[in-house]
């Protein structure tokens, strides 16, 4: 149900076409929201049939215009509803996590490359939050919205720190098992 709500945000922050939302997606929700460009085109089409978003009008409708949406009123008390809603935390699920598990059954062979992978994809992350927190957060800038859009990307680099820090233990724990029978 997060989708349409990511969008709402989006348009409210800026009318856009389906194409700027998909590269909007693409560079800042996309972190912690990610979604296909197609599952966007479509929930656009239900948000527009709900009532909660319209097309844009143009001064002269040509065929493959892109069309520019701009959130309605019941969109923005649906997404006012949304954000005031409680909602639990997710599980976590992760894949990796459930292979070493596995791995203490059947054995670690292989699983140390995976971490040592999973470790350089976490800290390329980690640095790209790091330089986008230094381009966009300069001292001063605090804004309410400003103030919330950093709070984000702290999650994102606090997330990244656990996990670079983490699989580091881990790596290090694999070393010190005994070799295998």
């Not at 409210?12 to 296909?36: H, N, Q, V």
């Not at 639990?88 to 596995?102: G, I, N, Q, T, V």
């Amino acid at each position: 149900m997060s989708l349409p709500h990511a969008i709402l945000t989006a348009l409210l922050e800026k009318p856009s076409s389906g194409l700027e939302l998909t590269r909007r997606f693409d560079k800042s929700i996309g972190y912690f929201w990610s979604a296909t460009h197609q599952q966007i085109y479509r929930e656009l089409g239900k948000l527009e049939a709900e009532g909660h978003i319209r097309a844009l009008p143009t001064e002269q409708p040509t065929r493959g215009q892109k069309k520019r949406y701009e959130v309605l009123p019941a969109g923005r008390a649906e997404l006012a509803r949304w954000t005031a809603a409680s909602q639990d935390p997710k599980p976590l699920r992760d894949a990796l996590l459930l292979r070493l598990r596995a791995s203490a059954v059947v054995g670690t062979e292989g699983i140390d490359a995976d971490l040592r992978r999973h470790l350089a994809l976490h800290q390329r992350q980690l640095a790209e939050y790091e330089e986008i927190e230094k381009q966009d957060f300069p001292p001063g800038k605090d804004s309410a919205q400003d103030r919330i859009h950093h709070l984000i990307l702290r999650a994102g680099i606090d997330l990244e720190t656990f996990w670079t820090q983490w699989l580091t233990h881990a790596l290090e724990e694999l070393e010190q098992l005994p070799a295998p029978e």
